[in-house]
């Protein structure tokens, strides 16, 4: 969700609240300065599941060029 500042400090308790829904990404004059999000961010799971997945043989770059490969 993106909302301007003001709208942000005008109704603050609202997306405190609506945070554990989605991310709240705020704007001043068009552009993002700050995003509110849960710190029991779903993603940050997903990325420890990824931790270790690559065969142990890969490089770094290796797995680079094969994610470059299916882009």
């Known amino acids: 969700m993106i909302v301007t500042a003001t709208e942000f400090k005008n109704n603050l308790g609202r997306y405190l609240e609506s945070?554990?829904?989605?991310?709240?990404?705020?704007?001043?004059?068009?552009?993002a300065i700050a995003r509110l999000t849960t710190p029991a961010d779903p993603?940050?799971?997903l990325l420890d599941e990824l931790v270790g997945c690559l065969d142990s043989s890969m490089t770094i770059e290796d797995a680079k060029a094969e994610r470059a490969a299916t882009l």
């Not at 945070?19 to 552009?31: F, K, R």
């Open 19 to 31: 945070v554990n829904e989605e991310d709240v990404l705020i704007t001043h004059y068009g552009q």
């Open 43 to 45: 993603r940050r799971e």
